[in-house]
């Protein structure tokens, strides 16, 4: 057996009483490690909890494995696995009590499982028994857990908690993209995300829910009920509770840290369940449960965003860089849309060459007022105009309202993929869910932007093109602190759509501007006279 670590201090928790004599018990703190392909994990026997989980990987921003449980915390609110008992003296004392693990360490690395249990038992007649099973084959990022804690023969029903998490609180990212730690709950079907602002009036949540607990950005620490999918009859009824926590950072108060505590209680003993801690990742989390994918926020088009995401690890599968995976799938999506731009852009060329009509049908009845029923002569001519000439003013905008599903939820799928988390491109772009550190693809982007608003046949008078302008200045800015995989992905966007204009320029040929007489020109001439009604009687 390897040689037990150091032990983690022990936590203040609640105020324990002289500890009666033990009965079953280790001889002295120590830490136990368990070491699996993707986690190394360490439990500390005093109180038989989790003190550090630290993703192989995923890491850091010092480049080390990234943990996720997080360190100099208060106490008082203890680590993954304590218990928590009705009588804060027996809690007190479970959270000190030395428990006797199974084994000095365990290493799973290599695809196999393995159990881990803690047992203490002391003269008074507090007995507790706490298994860890690790999936790790199967689910990584799983641990059954299941306890039994007595008292003189009483069997009791302790809350679990989990204590602050996910990871640091810290957003590490740099952008307003990151989503801070916030509470969440499967029920009925749909996943609700708790408010921060509404812990402090409603920190608990009662349920039947396949799947409870916090969340951030990339990472997850829930309760599940495994394969019971969406069905609440089927799941035991659990209360969870919440509270935020602002914390200042190792700095000196300058960065603030954002955790929730989590902790629950089922309706009745036993007190155990499945435990998912690990990375947001679609097919780790359908793994375990295929209602766990929920947990990722892709938004209102998720339908579209999950298709989107398969796709986008399938080429990754043959490229093994995503920078390049997210070029070529762009370029495949512009393809698909590009008969709906093309037309959209057919429709919007044809309503430009007859704007100089329309606008003089336009001032015929600029000085009648809206209620005047003269006014409607004018929708009337308009919709002449638009037969004649075989335009149909709507037929710009459905073909390319028909592309928004597609380009939102390609959107919101780079704004949550893991996949993307430290993952790098290439030259300076070394992680593509962080913005470009030089700045240098949303500038790209914006130029693209603006020969691509100049390309687009308009029939908006001038002063609204000038103002149109404007939008490549505010996506430019907007996307300074965007992930670079998004920027990446609109700034290929912006090339295909250039490209796309200039084949349709092409087959469509340059406008045809009409030009028109002034209205004394406009008079009718007689037959074969050759001069107007005017010149005629003189």
Known sequence: QAPAEAATPAPA?????????????????????????????????RGADLRSWRLKHYLDRQGEPLELVPADVPPDLGHPFDLRLSDEALTGRLWQALFKPSAAS??????????LTFEYRDAAGLYARKTFTFRTGEAPFVIDFSSTVENAGETLNPTIMWGPGVGSGLNTSGRSYYTP???LYYLDGKVTRVKTKNLASTPSYTGPYPFVGVEDH???AVEVDAGTGAQPETVRSKEADFQLLQLDDADGGKTKRQLIAFSMKFAEPPAAGTFFFGPKDFDILHSVDPALVKAINFGFFAWLAVPLLRALKWLDGFIHNYGWSIVILTILINIV???LRHKSVVSMRKMQEIQPEVKAIQERYSK????????????TELMNLYRQRGVNPASGCIPMLLTIPILFAFYSLLSVAIELRGAPFFAWIHDLSAPDPLYITPVLMGITQVVQ????????????????MFMPIMFTVMFLWAPSGLVLYWFTSNLCAIGQQQVTNSIIGPPKVRQLRPAAERRVKRAGSGKTEQAAKG
């Open 218 to 220: 990339y990472f997850l």
């Open 453 to 468: 608003q100049k390309m687009t046949p308009s029939s908006a008078d001038p002063m609204q093109q000038k103002m149109m």
């Open 181 to 183: 730690p916030e509470p």
């Open 368 to 379: 009648l007022k809206a209620t005047d029923p003269a006014k409607q002569k004018m929708n």
């Open 337 to 339: 849309i590009g008969p």
């Open 106 to 115: 365990l290493d799973l690395r290599g695809g196999k499982g393995g159990t």
């Open 13 to 45: 928790g609640p105020a324990a009483q002289p500890a009666p004599a033990a009965v079953t018990a280790d001889t002295e703190a120590r830490d136990i490690i368990v070491d699996t392909d993707r986690v190394r994990a360490v439990f500390s026997n």
